[in-house]
């Protein structure tokens, strides 16, 4: 069964902001932290940014300035927030759930994945 939907991908022109949203299940969402990550095309999937279940973030350095990431623990809902949006911005993004001890690292033993959705970045 799907278990983080995401939404707010889009097109948006240099400069522009667009929020991404992803709703989790109750279970995945209380003990993960969540996060998002890119996927360019002929590029490695990236993380943009995460959030732990106590709520401490990091961000990827591309990102640290622009994008903002909340979680709203009533909703089971992660929002990424994107501001200043650049062409390099343009990728799939991925919405991400893992333990919070797992988060930036490259292999994490439990991994939850949202479909994907596309945000371009173009004037």
């Known amino acids: 069964q799907v278990q983080l939907v995401e939404s707010g991908g889009g097109l948006v022109q240099p400069g522009g902001s667009l929020r991404l949203s992803c709703v989790a299940s109750?279970?995945?969402?209380?003990?993960?932290?969540m996060g998002w990550y890119r996927q360019a095309p002929g590029e490695q999937r990236e993380l943009v940014a995460a959030?732990?279940?106590?709520?401490?973030?990091n961000y990827a350095d591309s990102v640290k300035g622009r994008f903002t990431l909340s979680r709203d623990n009533a909703k089971n809902t992660v929002y990424l927030q994107m501001n200043s949006l650049k062409s390099e911005d343009t990728a799939v993004y991925y919405c991400n759930a893992r333990p919070n001890s797992f988060v930036g690292m490259r292999y994490s033993p439990i991994n939850y994945w949202g479909q994907g959705t596309q945000v371009t970045v173009s004037s």
């Open positions: 109750g279970s995945i969402f209380s003990t993960n932290a």
């Open positions: 959030i732990t279940t106590g709520g401490s973030t």
